[in-house]
């Protein structure tokens, strides 16, 4: 009922008005915002998937404001199981009852959420553990529910051509099936620990094999609050600014350097755990969804922003037909940077007042249809890094911190992610340290454009 009323409310409130006139973009805002409003209501009365399809589509920047939004409220919360029904899948998974395996096991779970709910326990080696046990009967309810949605995304694209939706269907359906087995969530747990080794401020908890199935995912229990929690940050002295700080480099390192994206950014899943007086680490939860990166498509990312920090256009329209976007690769400046790709503005500065109005007025020609043939064309991976794209720059914003600290990270972890040549490995020869001297003179104008620069930095060695 609610899909059928939003079909109507778009086709009958445009009726009549000059296509992509003022007051058509003015009634189009009004029915985007009332039709997000429904599917909220759609969302939160049916609970499940369709609260993480809704937080999946919230996510992404590549959908109007007016949903993105609305549809931002959804929690991903819900009531508890009945403890009788958790313990029938724990000890069918387990073998054994949980006295056998458990000193404690509290009833009351610590999270509930779509798929699955944690319950907090002690093993009985006094090791305290956090255990994941997914609702009986999902699979079935997975299969029906995706059926609905790809059901209803078909109905607006035959009512509405030009809006064609069926790849956010297709790219829901790829995350939340792999979310499903918890042996390859704990997979993806131990694989993103081991990129960040090196990294002493991001935690992963420790999984426990011998205790983990498909249903059922026992993992080392870490304390902390939610990342973007800042009554919590204030009261332990922790700056949200250098939380922010970590959170933004902690993401870009796994999107240029690792090519392993964790793919559900939300604050739930990234505890903010102190470290001492007004020291803290981030411990990154729920490996469910991941997605590994194409490494030609990694190098290619990486070149991408190497190309939007020095603005050279040139190298944005090539990566562009690289990735099957040409004809919309002048909008890549907009879309990461906020600049035109013909702006003179300063890196992490926004847009001059003529810069908005000239992009305002080409905005206008673009039609539905053209957003629509651009986010289908876009490969999957770039879809991928756009959503946590989205969703870091959401946490950013509630810490308060400067668009230039997103900037700042991506910057340096895309130089580190470009595969270079040394001039020791490949033997000392004119070639390799010219390579090497322009890659240190590349640094240091990107130090100067970000206002970071250092005495140190000016050293070529």
């Given at each position: ?68 939004s ?21 000890v ?32 009985k ?28 995304s ?5 009512l ?5 939706f069926?790849?956010?269907v297709?790219?829901f359906?790829k995350?939340?099936?792999?979310e ?23 935690k ?7 205790l ?10 870490c ?46 899943n990234i ?30 990312y ?16 090539q ?9 919309y ?36 020609s ?10 289908e ?28 600290i997103r ?55």
């Amino acid at each position: 009922m609610q899909i059928a009323a939003t079909a109507f409310d778009y086709k009958y409130s445009l009726r009549g008005l000059p296509e992509y006139s003022d007051e058509y973009r003015r009634v189009l805002s009004e029915v985007h915002s009332r039709s997000a409003k429904r599917i909220l209501r759609l969302c939160e009365l049916n609970r499940g998937f369709y609260v993480k399809a809704g937080q999946f589509v919230a996510a992404m920047r590549q959908v109007p404001k007016e949903y993105s939004s609305t549809l931002s409220s959804l929690q991903d919360q819900t009531a508890p199981c009945p403890f009788k029904a958790i313990k029938e899948v724990l000890v069918r998974n387990l073998g054994a009852d949980l006295s056998e395996i458990f000193i404690s096991f509290d009833e009351q779970p610590v999270a509930a959420a779509s798929i699955a709910q944690v319950h907090h326990a002690v093993l009985k080696d006094h090791q305290e553990v956090a255990v994941k046990v997914q609702y009986p009967g999902l699979e079935k309810q997975m299969h029906f529910d995706l059926g609905t949605m790809s059901l209803l995304s078909n109905l607006i694209t035959w009512l509405f051509p030009e809006y064609r939706f069926g790849w956010i269907v297709s790219e829901f359906a790829k995350s939340i099936s792999s979310e499903l087995d918890f042996t390859q969530e704990a997979r993806n747990s131990e694989r993103a620990a081991k990129n960040f080794k090196g990294n002493s401020t991001v935690k992963i908890p420790h999984v426990f094999w011998d205790l983990t199935t498909t249903k059922v995912l026992t993992m080392q229990f870490c304390k902390g609050q939610k990342v973007d929690n800042l009554e919590f940050l204030k009261e332990m002295g922790i700056s949200p600014t250098n939380v922010a700080k970590a959170l933004s480099e902690m993401v870009a390192e796994m999107i240029f350097v690792h090519g392993f994206l964790h793919g559900d950014l939300h604050p739930g899943n990234i505890l903010v755990s102190q470290e001492g007086a007004s020291s803290f680490s981030l411990v990154l939860l729920d490996h469910g969804i991941c997605k590994e990166l194409d490494e030609t498509f990694r190098v290619n990312y990486c070149e991408l922003w190497k190309a939007l920090i020095f603005m050279d256009s040139n190298k944005i329209q090539q990566l562009g037909e690289q990735m099957g976007v040409s004809k919309y690769a002048r909008y890549f400046p907009v879309i990461f940077t906020g600049r035109t790709i013909n702006s003179k503005t300063a890196l992490g500065r926004g847009m001059s007042v003529e810069e908005k109005n000239n992009l305002k007025q080409e905005l206008k020609s673009l039609k539905m249809e053209d957003i629509s043939s651009f986010m289908e064309s876009l490969p999957s991976d770039f879809l991928t890094v756009l959503r946590a794209d989205g969703l870091l720059r959401s946490l950013l914003s509630k810490l308060g911190a400067p668009h230039r600290i997103r900037l700042r990270a991506y910057a340096k972890y895309a130089f580190q992610g470009v595969p270079r040549v040394d001039a020791f490995e490949s033997g000392v020869t004119m070639g390799a340290v010219l390579i090497k001297l322009e890659s240190k003179i590349k640094d240091i104008q990107l130090s100067l454009m970000l206002g970071n620069l250092s005495y140190s930095s000016l050293i070529i060695n």
